[in-house]
């Protein structure tokens, strides 16, 4: 089973408003990876068309700030999104709860 990483415990999990506030080329990246689900560094280095080390530097920022989570299996370090869900998206028990 892969570890998964969480952002930092004083980060809350930011939502799709958040996203807002990026730079254009975080904002590219986290929508990417809504679309993609999950990468490795040389992946997203690729569709960047930018060194590893550049790429490296982007991705643990944004996952410093809780956009993006790492998932570590034995043999690669994976990247996905990290946003909070969107409320309408919540199960509806939880729903019913409230």
Do not use: C, H
Not at 33 to 45: D, E, N, Y
């Amino acid at each position: 089973m892969p570890a998964e990483s969480d952002p930092t415990p004083e980060v809350r999990s930011p939502g799709m408003l958040d996203v807002l506030e990026l730079t254009p080329q975080e904002r590219r990246l986290v929508t990417w990876f809504l679309r993609a689900g999950r990468a490795t560094t040389p992946q997203v280095a690729a569709q960047l068309k930018t060194d590893p080390e550049t790429t490296q530097t982007l991705l643990q920022t944004l996952v410093s700030r809780g956009f993006l989570r790492t998932e570590i299996t034995e043999q690669e370090t994976y990247y996905r999104a990290g946003l909070r869900p969107n409320p309408s998206q919540l199960p509806p028990q939880l729903w019913d709860s409230l």
